[in-house]
């Protein structure tokens, strides 16, 4: 397997709508956690979403709730986060990540340390 591979992002005005993608190349696990992280510039990186496939929960930010959404192609083995309603607070380089064969709820989802792999990353600048 391949490390995970985003593409999308870009620039747009403050209240539009940008879909960053990651595709996971040779992945066999049935159960993963799946997630998007981001890292403004001077702050730590955090987790906007994550998806556990193994019961198909989603989690999200509360900062992102009801903007971003989650989907999952798994014959494609592509995630997507559709972002709408965009903020300049939402200007940060977006990364996906993956825990293959791992497990993620509520609890621990944002943390960093539960994800082997890791794609390189996609900038997203929303202007006021």
């Known amino acids: 397997q391949g490390q995970p591979v985003e593409s999308g992002g870009g620039s747009v005005q403050a209240g539009g709508s940008l879909t960053v993608s990651c595709r996971f190349s040779g992945w066999t696990y049935s159960n993963k956690c799946l997630a998007w992280f981001r890292q403004a510039p001077g702050k730590e990186r955090e987790g906007v979403a994550a998806l556990y496939t193994g019961t198909s929960t989603e989690y999200y930010e509360n900062t992102v709730k009801g903007r971003f959404t989650l989907s999952h192609d798994n014959a494609a083995d592509t995630l997507r986060l559709e972002m709408n309603t965009l903020k300049p607070e939402d200007t940060a380089i977006y990364y996906c990540?993956?825990?293959?064969?791992?497990?993620?709820?509520?609890?621990?989802?944002?943390?960093?340390?539960?994800?082997?792999?890791w794609g390189q990353g996609t900038q997203v600048t929303v202007s006021s």
């Open positions: 990540a993956a825990a293959m064969g791992g497990y993620c709820d509520s609890a621990n989802w944002r943390a960093q340390e539960i994800y082997g792999f």
